[in-house]
């Protein structure tokens, strides 16, 4: 898996289970961070599946995700990790969002996680590649203490829960990185069937 997130590697490997596949997070096999140059999540999903497994020989997954916020014109969209400064912590990241945020009333708070998924095998330049979105709305303030990244402040339409106050299974239920994943692996069964 080409990530060393440790939120991405759980729940990646929860999704991918059944295929009787281990999930080996690249950075435990020496795989660089590879440079996400990309200005979409697509293009950063396959950069990074590409680089993972061209260091390694063997097949790579790789996603590239983030939020997406109405009021801020869909930032910060590819720059979601990195929003608050390339070496920035989730909270630093929320803080920002949070301030830009100030003011904005409840009813223009729509957001939505965007995730795209990539498969790729050593020396194919093909790739599979599945996407899935997670429409809600943005928080004024954290809730929860689970997930990552932005979890805490992204309110689930459906449950009324943040992101964060969701069981991994209900998160890998409604997820963006849920439905990309499942999406990807019945096109990777189908593949190799």
């Known amino acids: 898996m080409a990530t060393g997130n440790p939120g991405k590697i759980s729940e990646i490997a929860r999704l991918l289970d059944d295929l009787g596949v281990e999930v080996v997070a ?4 020496g795989v ?3 440079d996400e140059t990309g200005t979409s ?5 396959l950069i990074k599946a590409r680089h993972a497994s061209s260091e390694t020989g ?7 995700s983030g939020l997406v916020v109405d009021a801020l014109g869909g930032r910060p969209g590819v720059y979601s990790a990195r929003y608050a400064g390339a070496d920035a912590t ?3 990241n929320i803080d920002k969002l949070l301030t830009e945020l100030a003011g904005v009333g409840e009813g223009s708070r729509g957001a939505a996680f965007h995730c795209v998924a990539t498969f790729v095998m050593p020396g194919e330049s093909g790739a599979v590649v599945a996407e899935g979105i997670w429409d809600g709305t943005i928080l004024k303030e954290r809730q929860g203490d689970g997930g990552f990244g932005y979890d805490p402040i992204f309110l689930d339409p459906a449950s009324g829960l943040s992101s964060a106050q ?10 963006h990185r849920g439905q990309a994943l499942r999406a ?3 096109q990777i069964k189908k593949r190799f069937r």
């Open 41 to 45: 999540f697509a293009e950063n999903s």
């Open 166 to 175: 969701l069981t991994p299974q209900q998160k890998n239920a409604r997820s």
């Open 184 to 186: 990807l692996v019945e």
């Open 26 to 29: 690249q950075s435990e096999l």
């Open 90 to 92: 989730d909270d630093e």
């Open 58 to 64: 063997l097949p790579a997954i790789a996603d590239d």
């Open 32 to 34: 660089s961070d590879a």
